[in-house]
């Protein structure tokens, strides 16, 4: 079992930056692959972000590739989504998920465990 807490969210111009945090509990953290998602009003939960259980394997999605930056510390049991140059359409909750597998998984079906997202809204 893992919980996760995000943290990091809340209101910023466009352009600005925010770090968000997603720390977890359990000793089995470097097991899992982890991944950041979002969610806007009106509109289904997409992917931002993942980074495989060693750090060495990140992807991300086109509309924030070369603005945000997913790390993790494992000793720390912590993931972190760096975001630079916002734009209000980056506006939505931003959820951090755990999955384990083989293979760094994009599709919110599948990871395994969720948190439950904070809130990062840009204004133009």
């Known amino acids: 079992q893992v919980q996760l807490v995000e943290s990091g969210g809340g209101l910023v111009q466009a352009g600005g930056s925010l770090r968000l945090s997603c720390a977890a509990s359990g000793r089995t953290f470097s097991s899992y692959h982890m991944g950041w998602f979002r969610q806007a009003p009106g509109k289904e939960r997409e992917f931002v972000a993942v980074?495989?259980?060693?750090?060495?394997?990140?992807s991300y999605a086109d509309s924030v590739k070369g603005r945000c930056t997913i790390s993790r510390d494992n000793a720390k049991s912590t993931v972190y989504l760096q975001m630079n140059s916002l734009k209000p359409e980056d506006t939505a909750v931003y959820y951090c998920?755990?999955?384990?597998?083989?293979?760094?998984?994009?599709?919110?079906?599948?990871?395994?465990?969720w948190g439950q997202g904070t809130q990062v809204t840009v204004s133009s």
């Open positions: 980074i495989n259980w060693g750090g060495g394997v990140r």
């Open positions: 998920a755990a999955a384990v597998g083989r293979q760094l998984p994009i599709s919110a079906g599948r990871y395994d465990y």
